[in-house]
């Protein structure tokens, strides 16, 4: 399929999409050759439900499911909501891709109601967003850590987590059993050094 051809697509798609769902959006915009649909929280079940069930969409499935910190995104210009989660969806019938993005409303405490009931593959992605990111998934069945140890302290992708850790783990012989400690590495600056060479030209 052309590029004209797929663009084309996308452009119906976004039309379809802000006729079904349109009271409901935040915003829309075509980016990577993709359409990338935005609600607020409060509304994300209906816009959920809607693009599954709909003759004109019917993405009946989730791909995946990622957390996001905008924590100094765009050099720290970056004003708006802090947690997001963005929802990859498929739709088989129509052979087509699309993004939700959802913002948590509370930086402190960010929470999204849980989309196991209208994917439930959303299941196993939920637990990994909270995992790492911290953001919570309200009426999900079992919400605990899936990646990271039980006594884990901290979200390690959240912006602000220190790259050595708030933890580390050791077995203890006396003990005869892994024991958690806090981290006794020294902190050190970890960005890497660049070098150029100014007079460097491609010939």
């Given amino acids: 399929m052309s590029d004209?051809?797929?663009?084309?697509?996308?452009?119906?798609?976004?039309?379809?999409a802000e006729k079904v769902l349109g009271k409901w959006l935040t915003s829309s915009h075509i980016a990577f050759?993709?359409?990338?649909?935005?609600?607020?929280?409060?509304h994300l079940t209906k816009v959920a439900t809607s693009l599954r069930d709909h003759?004109?969409?019917?993405?009946?499935?989730?791909?995946?499911?990622?957390?996001?910190d905008y924590q100094d995104y765009k050099d720290g210009t970056y004003e708006g909501l802090r947690f997001a989660?963005?929802?990859?969806?498929?739709?088989v019938t129509h052979n087509i891709r699309?993004?939700?993005?959802?913002?948590?409303?509370d930086d402190d405490f960010p929470v999204?109601?849980?989309?196991?009931?209208?994917?439930?593959?959303?299941?196993?992605?939920?637990?990994e967003s909270f995992d790492l990111f911290g953001i919570m998934y309200e009426g999900h069945p079992d919400l605990r850590r899936i990646l990271t140890d039980y006594g884990f302290v901290g979200h390690p992708f959240r912006k602000d987590f220190?790259?050595?850790?708030?933890?580390?783990?050791?077995?203890?012989?006396?003990?005869?059993?892994?024991v958690y400690q806090p981290v006794s590495i020294e902190l050190r600056n970890n960005v890497?050094?660049?070098?150029r060479d100014e007079g460097f030209h491609h010939g």
Avoid at 114 to 125: E, G, I, Q
Wanted: charged share 20%; net charge positive; hydrophobic share 45%.
């Fill in 162 to 178: 220190p790259m050595i850790g708030n933890v580390e783990m050791r077995y203890d012989p006396e003990q005869q059993r892994v």
């Fill in 55 to 68: 003759k004109k969409l019917q993405f009946a499935q989730l791909i995946d499911l990622c957390g996001v």
């Fill in 192 to 195: 890497p050094r660049v070098i």
């Fill in 112 to 127: 999204l109601p849980s989309m196991v009931d209208v994917w439930p593959v959303a299941n196993w992605f939920e637990r």
């Fill in 98 to 105: 699309i993004r939700l993005k959802v913002f948590c409303e």
């Fill in 33 to 42: 050759n993709e359409l990338t649909l935005q609600c607020s929280a409060k």
């Fill in 4 to 16: 004209q051809a797929t663009i084309s697509r996308i452009e119906t798609l976004a039309q379809q």
């Fill in 85 to 91: 989660t963005v929802y990859h969806l498929l739709s």
